[in-house]
């Protein structure tokens, strides 16, 4: 493996370990905030953010869903985008990337 393969390797693997060390220390305090969007709000748009099928597409945000992307750093969820950690977590990128103009809430340009 060359120095650049050994780099992307060391930078994704810390990545993860950031990732992954944020999750465990707001689960114990059980309270966590992921770019200003708390538990909550994840919970509420997770419906409208997970896979779906022909035979059954995502509903529609809730009010619940909306008002916690309103609030959300958009520009902090837009740099999860390509990372490959939402569909490991069960969110459909594509999905997510309709939730603000479902909801009503300005996406940032460059995202």
């Known amino acids: 493996m060359g120095k650049k ?9 810390l990545a993860l370990m950031v990732m992954a060390a944020t999750i465990m220390s707001a689960e114990a305090a059980d309270t966590w905030k992921l770019c200003n969007m708390n538990r909550d709000g994840v919970t509420a748009c997770r419906p409208a953010i997970s896979g779906s099928s022909a035979e059954k ?12 992307l309103s609030n ?40």
């Open 5 to 13: 393969g050994m780099r992307c390797t060391l930078a994704w693997t």
């Open 57 to 68: 597409p995502a509903p529609d945000p809730t009010g619940a869903c909306c008002a916690a």
């Open 72 to 111: 959300a750093d958009l520009n902090c969820l837009c740099s999860y985008k390509n990372s490959g950690l939402l569909p490991y977590f069960g969110i459909d990128p594509d999905l997510a990337m309709q939730l603000p103009g479902k909801c009503n809430v300005p996406a940032p340009a460059k995202c």
